[in-house]
Structures are given as structure tokens and as C-alpha cells.
């Protein structure tokens, strides 16, 4: 008789909880189903979207920075080449009364006189007061036969 008192006594729970408040499956719902859960709020999915714009183009400026200054190296680099190329025209069209020695420094003047080049050891600041010559660029002859400009140039 105790048992049946029991059971009956279970059938007769009452939940205090208006059924339309309680969940069967409470993990699934939208928001904290407890007091102690966390507090779960809905994505603001345009700021998300922003937020990853801003990502985003911060990025590709970075990287177009980056592409912006290997651009101007090469661009320099050219200019020097040509520079280069250009001077070592010079040389090879002027008077050159030696043989010159790679690696060693000579200096490529203009003739006050005429207007032809020449080439010479001797510097601008060694010639005294007065050099009959307009100084066009220092230079030192490399290994290839090109000429490296170290100063002036065209």
C-alpha cells in the first residue's frame, strides 16, 4: 500500500512553472535558459561585416604599400643603369690617353675648349685653382668593362 502511495503521490506533481516557460530541450534555445548561464547576445552582423571591410582594406593597403616600394626600387635601379650605360658611352666615345685598370677611380672631364671628353687620373680638387677642365663624373671601371658612376653623371 506504501508503493501505491508513492506512485500516486509522483502522478500528482504539479510543476509551478507555467508549461508555455519551460523547455524540452533547453541547450538549444536562443538565449540563457538559467540565472548562472551565460548571457548570449545577437550578432550585429553588420558591424561583423564592417569590422572584416576594415580588415580587409587594411591589408590590401599594406600590401599595395609594399608593391608602391618595390616598384620604386626597380625604377631607381633602372635610372642607375642607365645612368650608368650613358656614362660609359661617354668614356668609350673621349679622348682616353692610357689604359685604364679595372677597379681603379678616373675622372671624365669636359674641354672648356671644345666641348670633347676626356678622361683622366687626375681629380677635380688635385688640378689647383683653376682646372681647364668641367668636371662631369668620378667613376671607377668594373670587371664587365662598364663603368660604376660614384659621382655626377649625366
Do not use: C
Request: proline share 5%.
Amino acid at each position: 500500500m506504501a508503493k501505491k502511495k508513492k506512485d500516486t503521490e509522483q502522478d500528482a506533481f504539479v510543476n509551478p512553472i507555467d508549461k508555455d516557460k519551460v523547455a524540452e530541450t533547453p541547450g538549444l534555445l536562443p538565449y540563457a535558459h538559467t540565472s548562472g548561464a551565460a548571457v548570449i547576445k545577437p550578432e550585429d552582423k553588420g558591424r561583423i561585416r564592417g569590422n572584416a571591410m576594415t580588415a580587409m582594406y587594411d591589408q590590401t593597403d599594406r600590401q599595395m604599400e609594399q608593391l608602391r616600394q618595390q616598384m620604386e626600387t626597380l625604377v631607381n635601379q633602372a635610372k642607375s643603369l642607365q645612368n650608368r650605360m650613358d656614362v660609359s658611352e661617354m668614356i668609350y666615345a673621349a679622348e682616353v690617353p692610357f689604359q685604364p685598370v679595372i677597379h681603379h677611380i678616373y675622372h671624365l672631364y669636359n674641354r672648356k675648349s671644345d666641348g670633347s671628353r676626356v678622361l683622366s687620373m687626375i681629380a677635380p680638387a688635385e688640378w689647383g685653382r683653376k682646372a681647364p677642365f668641367e668636371h662631369l663624373a668620378t667613376v671607377r671601371l668594373l670587371g664587365d668593362h662598364t663603368w660604376e658612376v660614384l659621382e655626377g653623371g649625366v
